[in-house]
Every structure is written in structure tokens, then in C-alpha cells.
């Protein structure tokens, strides 16, 4: 990892130096040859204001990341909202009368949200009420959820403001709600807070566990029957979904992580006495900020995201060596050769990083390698092109031209001109 880290009198000065560093990172990725996305992001266990993470997107990635193309909205999955399930939950309308109580039913054998949708009950998972339980640092919350949502924990962790929690075992929920998982729900539950994703607001006609092993509740109301603690965005946002930003349609891809730009701002400074004085003499907390490169993530999302089927294909900027010169005769002495290291030494002194593969093998093993380690150009030099005065110059992925032997330089150099960036 390359890290920086800013320190601003002003949290606009802060601001600025965050911009700078989100722009630098920017054109390190072009100059790379990268195709990079700057989504917003979890501040994670660093925290902070906000954050941005700098993606590749690349189906071996272990990161999703959400975007909009009618628009600039782009988020890590961790952190991306939409405008709501593309399914709108069950609700009541104004001027209806009032939803019937809450009636419990046996659902003998009924574990998951999907086995209710099955015959002979048939309620949509859209209509159910998922009811996860947690143990937060020594205590048991209850999580509600649709039943054809996820749980983003990124977002349970910020809205729980605690990084100490996971799923609460069977037998601690069986002490704690007297039901197995399957049958659990927060109808008359009071004891423990209880968190509601969003979505849930409003809903009725809802179907949710009974806390009894084996039964369920239809006709649930959120509002009357269940006492929320809290309201969050607690779930994933989910490809289809409308954009927050425009409405259009949200798409999900996979994406390597290369960069993480952090606004700190005084979580640190303050609790560690990182003062300065102002301009009037008083003591202030210095606002900050945190920028971390990969500098190996960038080599591999290189990788990925610029290769075919014959090998890599690096960029110019960032190729270990720009030339491969590939002479098909090794023998010491001949013209091959002879000509090889002569243009070998011309380039050298050009400033151009290149390599001869001075290796005794057949011609099609050479070229295949070159292919394969993903060397930009290829001068190759042949006895039969030799012969009329001319060596083959390739440039990797695309045609193979014949140029003139004096000319082999300058064509090289023409070409790293033309695909250098500046």
C-alpha cells in the first residue's frame, strides 16, 4: 500500500485536499491504462465523514459495486441505497377501514421464507416479515426485514454504531423470544429493541413467526402490532431498483478495490491532541484526512482488465519492458543477430526499456511467449525479412506491418509516442 494522510486548519481546506487527492489517484489509474470508478463508499472500522473507494470492475473482483448509467450515482454495495424495492410491501389504504387483529396459524414444518410461498400458503416473500436476531455487545436486538430482502451489515454496524455483534446463537434466541429460527417475529415483542429496515414502514397485511415453533401471524400492521425502536436503511440495495438519483434502473457489478480516499475529519486528532493554533491563539483539533493506493491491486486489476485470450496485454505506462526484440537466429556473428543487438543498443540509448530474447527456440515459441508476458511491441527480425531489408514490428493485440531495417527505430519510437499519455 502507497498511504498519505492530510492535515487542514478548516474543514473547507479539508475538503479541498480530499478533492486533490481523489483527482491525483484519478489520473494514476488513467496513466495506468485503467478503467476506474470513484463510488462512494463504508468508512469501515476507520470511520470518518465519508469515504470513496476507486474500483475496477472485473468479474474477479471481490467487491460489488452499484451504478446508474443515466446518471453519476455509483456506491460500493456496502454502502448503495436505492428508492426501494422494485415490489412495494403490502400497505393500507387511507380512507380502509381498519386491518383485522393479528391471527395465528400452524405452519408445521415452515423454516424459511421460501417454504411459506409454497403451498398451501402462499405468501409472497414480499408479504413476510424476516426477523433476525443479534447479540450486540452482550444483548439480544431483533432485525426486521422483508422477506425477499438482505441484511447489509455495513449499514447495521453504522446504525448500531457497534462493531462488536454477530447472529445470535439458536439457544440464546430460544432464551430470549422462547421460539426457534423459523418461527420468530416481533409482534408484542418489548423486551429487546427491535430495528426495521425501511421498507417495512407502513406495511400491513404482513405475515411474520409467531415466537412459537410451528405457527405464524397473518394481518400484521408494522404500526400497530410491532413496537420499532429504530427505523434504518438496514438492507441491499438490489440490481433493478430505482436509482436515488434519477430513478433509472440500478446495475450490479463486480469490481476490484485499487484505492480508498477517507474525511476523517477530527475523529482522531481530537481524542489524540493533534492541535495547532489558529490565527487567534486558541487550540483546535487539526481535520484530517486518509489515502490509501494499492500499489499490488493495481498490477493485478491491470491484469484483468487488460489481457485476451493469447496472454496480457500491458499498457505502455506500466509494461516492464516496452520492446521485445526477437531475432529467430541466435547464432553469434549473423546478420539476425548482428542486426538484433544493434537495434537493441539503439533503443537502449533511446531510453526505451527493452528486452531481446536471445533464447535458442523456435519461432513460434517466441512469439507465443511475447504474446503471453504481454511485451507492447515486438520487433521481430528474420533472415528471410532480413533478406529484403525489412524486420516485422507488432504491436501487441494488433497487425503485424513490415518496415524498413533503418527505419525500426524511429517506428518504434513512433509508436510509444502516440500511446504514451501525458
Not at 429504530?230 to 430505482?242: F, K, S, T, V, Y
Not at 516496452?322 to 531475432?327: N, S
Request: hydrophobic share 40%; with cysteine.
Amino acid at each position: 500500500m502507497k498511504d498519505a494522510y492530510s492535515f487542514d486548519a478548516t474543514d473547507e481546506a479539508a475538503q479541498l485536499s480530499y478533492q486533490k487527492m481523489s483527482d491525483a489517484y484519478t489520473r494514476v489509474f488513467q496513466r495506468c491504462g485503467l478503467k476506474v470508478k470513484a463510488v462512494e463508499a463504508d468508512t469501515g472500522l476507520i470511520g470518518g465523514k465519508f469515504s470513496h473507494e476507486f474500483m475496477v470492475p472485473a468479474e474477479t473482483g471481490e467487491n460489488e459495486v452499484v451504478f446508474c448509467e443515466s446518471s453519476s450515482y455509483a456506491a460500493d454495495l456496502e454502502k448503495a441505497v436505492s428508492r426501494g424495492p422494485a415490489t412495494a410491501a403490502p400497505t393500507q389504504p387511507p380512507a380502509a377501514t381498519a386491518p383485522p387483529p393479528p391471527e395465528k396459524f400452524p405452519t408445521p414444518g415452515v423454516l424459511t421464507i421460501e417454504a411459506l410461498t409454497k403451498p398451501p400458503f402462499h405468501v409472497a416473500a414480499a408479504a413476510q416479515v424476516k426477523t433476525l436476531v443479534y447479540l450486540v455487545e452482550s444483548r439480544i436486538v431483533l432485525i426486521l426485514l422483508r422477506g425477499d430482502d438482505q441484511l447489509n451489515e455495513a449499514k447495521l454496524s453504522g446504525v448500531l454504531g457497534a462493531t462488536n455483534y454477530r447472529p445470535a446463537t439458536p439457544e440464546e434466541i430460544f432464551a430470549a423470544l422462547g421460539a426457534h429460527p423459523g418461527s420468530l417475529g416481533a409482534v408484542g415483542v418489548t423486551q429487546v429493541p427491535v430495528y426495521a429496515d425501511s421498507a417495512l414502514r407502513g406495511a400491513t397485511g404482513m405475515t411474520t413467526g409467531a415466537n412459537e415453533d410451528g405457527f405464524h401471524f397473518h394481518h400484521v400492521s408494522m404500526a400497530r402490532d410491532i413496537s420499532v425502536t429504530h427505523w434504518a436503511d438496514l438492507r441491499e440495495a438490489q440490481a433493478g431498483e430505482a436509482c436515488p438519483a434519477c430513478g433509472e434502473p440500478l446495475k450490479i457489478q463486480r469490481a476490484i478495490e485499487v484505492g480508498h480516499v477517507f474525511k476523517l475529519g477530527t475523529k482522531f486528532s481530537q481524542p489524540l491532541n493533534a492541535l495547532f493554533l489558529d490565527e487567534s491563539g486558541r487550540q483546535q483539533p487539526a481535520v484530517m484526512g486518509c489515502y490509501g493506493l494499492g500499489i499490488t491491486r493495481t498490477w493485478q486489476a491491470i491484469i484483468e482488465q487488460c489481457h485476451d485470450q493469447d496472454g496480457i496485454i500491458w499498457p505502455l505506462s506500466v509494461a516492464p519492458y516496452a520492446v521485445c526484440l526477437t531475432p529467430l537466429s541466435v547464432k553469434p556473428g549473423s546478420p539476425v543477430r548482428t542486426l538484433a543487438e544493434k537495434l537493441y543498443a539503439e533503443l537502449d540509448a533511446a531510453g526505451v526499456e527493452v528486452i531481446i530474447d536471445d533464447r535458442d527456440e523456435r519461432p513460434g515459441v517466441k512469439f507465443k511467449d511475447s504474446e503471453l508476458i504481454g511485451f507492447p511491441i515486438r520487433v521481430g527480425v528474420g533472415e528471410k525479412s532480413l533478406a529484403k531489408g525489412e524486420v516485422e514490428l507488432k504491436i501487441r493485440g494488433g497487425a503485424l506491418t513490415l518496415v524498413r531495417a533503418e527505419e525500426a527505430v524511429s517506428k518504434v519510437l513512433e509508436v510509444i509516442q502516440s500511446q504514451t499519455t501525458p
